[in-house]
């Protein structure tokens, strides 16, 4: 049973296309997050929702939109797609406490052609 | 500001011998810290967590770490490689005040396991 789960895992999508990854976790967390690590497998938050409010947002360009339903769901939403945002892009949760760790699900991959 | 650096982004080991894998941290706050690996095409694995007590923390796979707070670091170790262990790891460290939660990672170190 997946705790943190997100869809697609592989996305290949053309230059100027929207596309949406869905996220979703059954670990009961208050606290969701998107990160991207890009080709040097660098990793960076973008966004942070707690209890569906968005609390961090870190300079992400707002073709980036970032959507939470509820406390067990974090979608991200693109538009415009571009060759730079090729990446892994990772959901993850945590309870909303400091020194617990964040859970993360598997990647997906995103490739702009 | 806080920050993580990761001394390495590569390491290159045999079989049986010691892992040891550099993270220095920089955190105007008591830090709580973080390592994580990562396999070939998979999310990101909690090792093992620093947040207070114990300095010396025990996690997965017969890794651990040690904080110590003069010298500003959380380097992981493990006495004995095992080819399995072949990943990337990442080093993290998050503020005590929270900060909305987020992790600040550090580069990342490529682990090889040589037989």
């Known amino acids: 049973d997946t705790a943190v789960s997100q869809t697609p895992k592989y996305l290949v999508t053309q230059m100027g296309n929207d596309k949406s990854i869905k996220c979703e976790q059954n670990?009961?967390?208050?606290?969701m997050y998107w990160y991207k690590q890009d080709s040097k497998k660098f990793l960076k938050i973008m966004f942070s929702?707690?209890?569906?409010?968005?609390?961090i947002n870190e300079t992400v360009p707002n073709r980036f939109s970032p959507k939470s339903p509820d406390k067990a769901h974090l979608n991200l939403h693109i538009n415009s797609l571009e060759l730079g945002d090729s990446a892994v892009y990772f959901c993850?949760?945590?309870?909303?406490?400091?020194?617990?760790?964040?859970?993360f699900g598997q990647g997906t991959r995103l490739t702009v052609v | 500001a806080q920050s993580v650096t990761q001394l390495g982004s590569h390491v290159s080991v045999s079989e049986g011998a010691l892992v040891l894998l550099r993270c220095n941290y920089s955190?105007?706050?008591?830090?709580?810290l973080f390592w994580y690996v990562q396999y070939p095409n998979q999310g990101l694995q909690l090792l093992l967590k620093?947040?207070?007590?114990?300095?010396l923390v025990k996690g997965i796979n017969g890794f651990e770490a040690e904080f110590k707070k003069s010298e500003t670091s959380f380097h992981l170790t493990k006495p004995s490689a095992h080819m399995s262990d072949a990943a990337e790891y990442f080093c993290?460290?998050?503020?005590?005040?929270?900060?909305?939660?987020?992790?600040?990672f550090g580069q990342g170190t490529e682990l090889s396991v040589k037989p």
């Open positions: 993850a949760s945590s309870l909303g406490r400091a020194n617990t760790e964040a859970f």
């Open positions: 670990l009961g967390h208050d606290t």
């Open positions: 929702y707690n209890n569906k409010e968005l609390i």
């Open positions: 955190s105007s706050v008591p830090p709580y």
């Open positions: 620093y947040t207070t007590g114990a300095t």
């Open positions: 993290a460290v998050r503020n005590g005040r929270n900060q909305g939660g987020k992790l600040i």
